[in-house]
C-alpha cells in the first residue's frame, strides 16, 4: 500500500471533490484514484493508436498521427457546437 500524501488544491476544488466523492459513495483518495486510472497519458495515448493502426494494416507515421489528431479535433469542435 503507497503512503499517503498531500495535494495542494483551493478550498473550492476540495469542497466539490468531497461532494462528488459522497454522491458516489466513495472518498476523496478512490475519486481521485479512478480518475488517474481512467486517464490515459499522453504515451498511452499514442501506443493505442500505434496498435489500432497495426491492427487497420496502416503505418503509424507522422502524418497519420496529424491526420488523426486533425479529425478529433473536427470532432470535438462539432460536439462542442451541437451542445451549445
Given at each position: 500500500m503507497s503512503k499517503p500524501t498531500s495535494i495542494k488544491t483551493t478550498e473550492a476544488v476540495r469542497d466539490?471533490?468531497?461532494?462528488?466523492?459522497?454522491?458516489?459513495?466513495?472518498?476523496?483518495?478512490?475519486?481521485?484514484e479512478e480518475l488517474a486510472a481512467g486517464e490515459l497519458t499522453e504515451a498511452e495515448r499514442a501506443e493505442r493508436a500505434a496498435e489500432a493502426a497495426r491492427e487497420l494494416?496502416?503505418?503509424?507515421?507522422?502524418?497519420?498521427?496529424?491526420?488523426g489528431?486533425?479529425?478529433?479535433?473536427?470532432?470535438?469542435?462539432h460536439q462542442g457546437s451541437a451542445a451549445a
Open positions: 466539490r471533490l468531497r461532494i462528488l466523492a459522497a454522491e458516489r459513495g466513495t472518498t476523496i483518495t478512490e475519486l481521485l494494416g496502416i503505418d503509424y507515421t507522422p502524418q497519420v498521427r496529424d491526420a489528431q486533425s479529425a478529433w479535433e473536427k470532432i470535438r469542435a
